[in-house]
């Protein structure tokens, strides 16, 4: 979302990061700990972190902790597990694997150099996108599953349609 905050809205969001920030190797930090640093309660914390980002409070951490890991990765003195375990992640395996999901190319290949091309390079407003080796159809607005199912019938009708 590329709109202009409120001046109290980028400061809470600061001040948000600067917590996160803080706390970015603690792998127990959590939405409990972020709400009691704030002052806020539980609630109040996730409510208003969603309406300014669109994301949920653990998203918004986890987001956090990779975009942090992305730049450690484009420096290059660490290891994959050290950054994993220096962003708060439990296991080598579960940071890779929340990484690639997130940007779509794999630590490995950021720290090679060769994965940040694949990343600026990718068209994410595409209908189609390959998934975990399977390929998915998106309408806007519906579930995937009655997306390719609605395609489907569609395109079966048309044939059916083409063919008398």
């Not at 709109?3 to 001040?15: E, P, S």
């Not at 395996?93 to 990484?99: E, I, K, L, R, W």
Request: proline content about 1%.
């Amino acid at each position: 979302m590329d709109y202009m905050l409120r001046t109290c809205d980028q400061v809470f969001l600061n001040k948000i990061n600067a917590i996160i920030r803080e706390n970015i190797d603690n792998e127990m930090f959590g939405v409990k700990d972020l709400a009691f640093q704030t002052g806020l309660s539980h609630y109040q914390l996730c409510k208003r972190i969603n309406s300014l980002t669109g994301k949920t409070t653990v998203q918004f951490i986890r987001i956090q902790r990779l975009e942090n890991a992305m730049t450690m990765l484009k420096d290059g003195n660490l290891t994959v597990a050290e950054i994993a375990f220096k962003n708060g992640f439990g296991s080598a395996a579960y940071f890779t694997y929340v990484f690639s999901g997130y940007y779509k190319t794999s630590p490995v290949s950021i720290k090679r150099g060769d994965g940040y091309r694949a990343i600026q390079g990718k068209n994410k407003s595409s209908y189609f996108s390959l998934l975990k080796n399977k390929l998915t159809f998106k309408v806007p607005g519906m579930d995937t599953r009655w997306g390719l199912f609605t395609f489907l019938v569609l395109l079966i009708a048309c044939y059916l349609v083409l063919k008398n």
